[in-house]
Nanobody, 113 residues
Framework: QVQLVESGGGLVQPGGSLRLSCTAS????????MSWYRQAPGKERELVAS???????NYEDSVKGRFTISRDNAKNTVYLQMNTLEPEDTAVYYC???????WGQGTQVTVSS
């Protein structure tokens, strides 16, 4: 049974930082690309960042230079370091195993003063 468990969300002021974590079980983690998505109220879910098995990363334009995706295969965990957060980053953030049906339950990120 595949499980993805996200953590690290919360309330932060504009300009602040958060680090999201997603720990996977039930899969050979190192064999998959991983991704982070987000969904803001009233908007469609969008891809934020992805990382291949080899560590190549890709980012949505609005987060380039502010967010960093990384992975630790020894811990079966993918991270999303989010810096210089903006109110527009407010959303539920989900991790997913790329190209599969496996998603986490989501973690809320709220950027507000």
């Amino acid at each position: 049974q595949v499980q993805l468990v996200e953590s690290g969300g919360g309330l932060v002021q504009p300009g602040g930082s958060l680090r999201l974590s997603c720990t996977a079980s039930g899969i050979t983690f190192s064999g998959y690309a991983m991704s982070w998505y987000r969904q803001a109220p009233g908007k469609e879910r969008e891809l934020v960042a992805s990382i291949t098995r080899a560590g190549t990363t890709n980012y949505e334009d609005s987060v380039k230079g502010r967010f960093t995706i990384s992975r630790d295969n020894a811990k079966n965990t993918v991270y999303l370091q989010m810096n210089t957060l903006e109110p527009e980053d407010t959303a539920v953030y989900y991790c997913a195993v790329w190209g599969t049906i496996y998603w986490g339950q989501g973690t809320q990120v709220t950027v507000s003063s």
